[in-house]
DNA sequence: TCACCGCATAAGTCATACTTTTCTTGATTT
DNA sequence: AAATCAAGAAAAGTATGACTTATGCGGTGA
């Protein structure tokens, strides 16, 4: 047992096999820019030296990243970080990676204008052609947020929720793809910028009037009210980030 | 030169080497539902007979599969593969495997709604922050609609530039990860419903007055522009699909 | 009936040899 | 001197075989 425990903290293993973790290590490395187009990027031998790893790992987890986009392999050429442009930034891993690089205001004021594009179009789907369990949901999650209010709940926790469930009502499959930004976002929101604007009773309110319109079947309704949701997010972070102000949209 | 030509038709091959090939094969596969989570998956051994490969391409292949979250393999158990919920959809790869699959009206419609969640709200983001080579851009592909309206140019291949041009304004990384899905849904829609109706003398001027609110910087009015383009082309794909009418949002 | 142990299995890791592609270099030709 | 071509080298791609590790399953005993 005590073996099993060296050993792991002597490979930095978080309890990955070895392909993982070379692959978290190499993706995070490039993610955070320490190895670029120009800076070039190990040969497979040294990254065997390097990790003290046989070529098949090494070539394994290479092979994930460039499955991801981080990457390109070409015979006698070598290995090459690929341009930013052609990464797969849903990927959940490149996610993790960007955010563990910076998680700066810009970043998540990106993070935002996407969830700016997707939810409020999510919020009018809902409304649209919810089921029943999904509307259920929703109401669900309002309820969190005012026994959150009381100090019965978790108020971010059931922030998330909330979102969670718009997004999952879409019955878009693509716009599923959002539930781990969203969150992410929120997370990270609330570290940030130190007010959080989520455990008051006015945004529990406010949240209310968005689940209302989505169980009324009111998709535009819906969608606006989500719209002003997040756009109030919004502007606190382009404002704590020192961006010009300019009207909503 | 034959020799190459005959060792391709041999392989079943695109110029590809053994491991992309198996890769997507085995993609497509998963994607169009020849294996499921109920249906399991090979064994290694039993992929190395089927393409008469070595472990090492397989287990390479199977890898970007699982980077890619269509698979999880774990020891005694095999390799099995995962509910479409975490697959990564907005992948390049996946999405193609996907377009193969079925390109029904559906799936168009689920594109378009993506698209009018994204576009809209990056013609207001590039009406607010374009650059002048980025507007530029967006002003040329106008003419090119224009000019295609014309006789003398492809007014498909306008339709697309601009749709990029805009997507690319908007200065947020995970929204230019969409430019691929509007491209492919622009090329799809026209072959699903013949009736185009980008090339129209109307379309073209709807398409410039977006470009004009973008250039002009006004942002709320770019969005809304945006957004009823692609609303024309979504009520289009909810006819055709048969789909309930309901009011826009 | 249930808990435990050991075995079988399939993926994970390693080492090594060989192949293919492609860049470099330098000799050959014009 | 410039262009062309051929030989060599370098790095990824492929193949093979052996060993390791995790884990599901069935049998054994309490």
Redesign the pocket.
């Known amino acids: 047992m005590e073996q ?1 425990e060296r ?1 792991r903290a002597a490979s930095g293993g978080d309890g ?6 070379i692959a978290n290590d190499l993706g995070r490395a490039i993610v955070t820019q320490r190895f670029t187009a120009d800076t070039g ?8 030296e390097q ?10 987890a ?2 994930m990243l ?1 499955a991801k986009g981080l990457l390109r ?7 090459v970080v690929q341009p930013e442009g052609s990464w797969n930034l849903l990927d959940p891993d490149v996610l993790r990676w960007l955010m563990e690089r910076d998680f700066s205001i810009d970043l998540l004021i990106d993070f935002t204008e996407m969830r700016m594009a997707i939810e409020p179009r999510a919020a009018g789907l809902a409304a649209n052609g919810a089921s029943g369990p999904q509307r259920a949901a929703i109401v669900k999650a309002i309820d969190r947020m005012f026994a959150a209010e009381q100090g019965e709940d978790d108020p971010l926790e059931a922030d998330i929720a909330f979102h969670r469930a718009v997004i999952e009502a879409s019955n878009n499959r693509f716009m599923r793809q959002f539930t781990d930004l969203s969150e992410a976002t929120l997370r990270f929101s609330i570290r940030r910028t130190n007010a959080y604007a989520g455990v008051s009773r006015a945004s529990a309110i406010d949240h209310r009037r968005v689940a209302n319109a989505i169980v009324e079947g009111n998709a535009r309704g819906a969608s606006s009210l989500m719209r002003e949701l997040i756009d109030g997010a919004l502007r606190l972070l382009l404002e704590a980030g020192g961006h010009p102000a300019h009207d909503s949209f």
Not at 16 to 21: A, E
Not at 51 to 60: M, W
């Open positions: 099993l050993e990955l096999n070895v392909t993982r973790r990027f190990p040969f497979e031998s040294q990254l065997c990790y003290g790893a046989s070529r098949s790992v090494v070539r394994e290479v092979k460039t392999a070409r015979q006698r050429a070598g290995t």
